[in-house]
Protein backbone atom coordinates (compact mmCIF):
# COMPACT_ATOMS: atom_id res chain seq x y z
CA UNK A 1 0.00 0.00 0.00
CA UNK A 2 1.25 3.75 -0.93
CA UNK A 3 1.68 6.14 2.01
CA UNK A 4 1.65 9.75 1.54
CA UNK A 5 5.47 11.25 1.47
CA UNK A 6 6.59 14.13 3.47
CA UNK A 7 6.63 17.57 1.70
CA UNK A 8 9.10 18.03 -0.91
CA UNK A 9 9.61 20.07 -4.84
CA UNK A 10 9.45 16.63 -6.43
CA UNK A 11 6.05 15.38 -5.06
CA UNK A 12 4.78 18.65 -4.26
CA UNK A 13 6.03 21.58 -6.51
CA UNK A 14 6.45 20.09 -9.57
CA UNK A 15 3.30 18.31 -9.88
CA UNK A 16 1.49 22.04 -8.82
CA UNK A 17 2.97 23.54 -11.53
CA UNK A 18 2.34 20.98 -14.23
CA UNK A 19 -1.40 20.95 -12.93
CA UNK A 20 -1.46 25.06 -12.97
CA UNK A 21 -0.01 25.52 -16.40
CA UNK A 22 -2.49 22.45 -17.36
CA UNK A 23 -5.04 24.40 -15.49
CA UNK A 24 -4.73 27.83 -17.45
CA UNK A 25 -4.55 26.18 -20.87
CA UNK A 26 -7.09 23.66 -21.18
CA UNK A 27 -10.12 25.88 -21.26
CA UNK A 28 -8.65 27.92 -24.00
CA UNK A 29 -8.42 24.36 -25.62
CA UNK A 30 -12.10 23.53 -24.66
CA UNK A 31 -14.14 26.52 -24.88
CA UNK A 32 -15.27 27.19 -28.51
CA UNK A 33 -13.43 30.31 -30.28
CA UNK A 34 -16.04 32.47 -30.58
CA UNK A 35 -18.86 31.18 -28.31
CA UNK A 36 -21.66 33.40 -26.85
CA UNK A 37 -22.93 30.96 -24.71
CA UNK A 38 -21.98 30.68 -20.83
CA UNK A 39 -23.12 27.16 -20.85
CA UNK A 40 -20.65 25.88 -23.16
CA UNK A 41 -17.92 27.47 -20.82
CA UNK A 42 -18.83 25.70 -18.01
CA UNK A 43 -19.43 22.41 -19.66
CA UNK A 44 -15.28 23.04 -20.75
CA UNK A 45 -14.07 24.21 -16.93
CA UNK A 46 -15.76 21.11 -15.35
CA UNK A 47 -14.98 19.00 -18.08
CA UNK A 48 -11.32 20.49 -17.09
CA UNK A 49 -11.97 20.01 -13.41
CA UNK A 50 -12.20 16.33 -14.47
CA UNK A 51 -9.64 16.14 -16.66
CA UNK A 52 -7.17 17.86 -14.07
CA UNK A 53 -8.61 15.61 -11.61
CA UNK A 54 -7.44 12.18 -13.39
CA UNK A 55 -4.07 14.29 -14.83
CA UNK A 56 -3.45 14.59 -11.38
CA UNK A 57 -3.89 11.21 -10.04
CA UNK A 58 -1.16 10.03 -13.73
CA UNK A 59 1.19 12.80 -12.25
CA UNK A 60 1.60 11.69 -9.20
CA UNK A 61 1.52 7.51 -9.86
CA UNK A 62 4.08 8.41 -12.27
CA UNK A 63 6.18 10.67 -9.53
CA UNK A 64 5.79 7.84 -7.11
CA UNK A 65 6.92 5.33 -9.40
CA UNK A 66 10.42 7.64 -10.26
CA UNK A 67 10.89 7.93 -6.27
CA UNK A 68 10.66 3.61 -6.35
CA UNK A 69 7.73 3.23 -5.01
CA UNK A 70 5.76 -0.25 -6.15
CA UNK A 71 2.97 1.61 -8.14
CA UNK A 72 3.15 -1.70 -10.18
CA UNK A 73 2.98 -4.12 -7.57
CA UNK A 74 -0.02 -1.73 -5.21
CA UNK A 75 -2.17 -1.81 -8.45
CA UNK A 76 -1.95 -5.62 -8.73
CA UNK A 77 -2.85 -6.41 -4.89
CA UNK A 78 -5.17 -3.23 -4.39
CA UNK A 79 -6.46 -1.95 -7.75
CA UNK A 80 -9.04 0.23 -6.31
CA UNK A 81 -7.51 1.31 -2.96
CA UNK A 82 -4.35 2.45 -5.05
CA UNK A 83 -6.26 4.07 -7.47
CA UNK A 84 -8.58 5.65 -4.91
CA UNK A 85 -5.02 6.94 -2.98
CA UNK A 86 -3.55 8.49 -6.13
CA UNK A 87 -6.79 10.56 -6.82
CA UNK A 88 -7.17 11.43 -3.48
CA UNK A 89 -3.34 12.47 -3.72
CA UNK A 90 -4.93 14.53 -6.65
CA UNK A 91 -7.75 15.73 -5.11
CA UNK A 92 -5.19 17.72 -2.43
CA UNK A 93 -3.74 19.52 -5.55
CA UNK A 94 -7.07 21.35 -6.08
CA UNK A 95 -5.92 23.64 -3.53
CA UNK A 96 -3.62 25.13 -6.12
CA UNK A 97 -5.69 24.20 -9.41
CA UNK A 98 -8.75 24.83 -8.46
CA UNK A 99 -8.22 28.94 -7.66
CA UNK A 100 -6.53 28.87 -10.81
CA UNK A 101 -9.54 27.53 -13.05
CA UNK A 102 -12.00 29.79 -11.23
CA UNK A 103 -9.74 32.90 -12.73
CA UNK A 104 -9.68 31.33 -15.78
CA UNK A 105 -13.56 30.49 -15.64
CA UNK A 106 -14.01 34.34 -14.79
CA UNK A 107 -11.63 35.43 -17.87
CA UNK A 108 -13.38 32.86 -20.67
CA UNK A 109 -17.01 34.30 -19.28
CA UNK A 110 -16.25 37.98 -19.86
CA UNK A 111 -14.65 37.44 -23.23
CA UNK A 112 -18.16 35.70 -23.85
CA UNK A 113 -20.11 39.15 -22.53
CA UNK A 114 -17.64 41.07 -24.25
CA UNK A 115 -18.67 39.56 -27.67
CA UNK A 116 -22.48 39.48 -26.77
CA UNK A 117 -21.89 43.61 -26.15
CA UNK A 118 -19.95 43.82 -29.61
CA UNK A 119 -23.13 42.02 -31.44
CA UNK A 120 -25.08 44.54 -29.26
CA UNK A 121 -23.46 47.89 -30.24
CA UNK A 122 -23.66 46.36 -33.94
CA UNK A 123 -27.46 45.65 -33.51
CA UNK A 124 -27.71 42.07 -34.33
CA UNK A 125 -27.91 39.07 -31.89
CA UNK A 126 -26.10 36.05 -31.99
CA UNK A 127 -27.22 34.01 -29.71
Known sequence: ???P???SFLNTGLPLILL????VALPYVLVPRATRKHWEVAVAIWAAAGFLLL????????IYGWQGKPIGAALAEAPLATLW?????SGYAV?????????????LAQ?????????????????
Open 55 to 62: AGAFVFAA
Open 1 to 3: MLQ
Open 95 to 107: VAWGPILLLVWFG
Open 111 to 127: RVEKRKGEDGMRGGSRR
Open 20 to 23: GALA
Open 85 to 89: FLLGV
Open 5 to 7: EPI
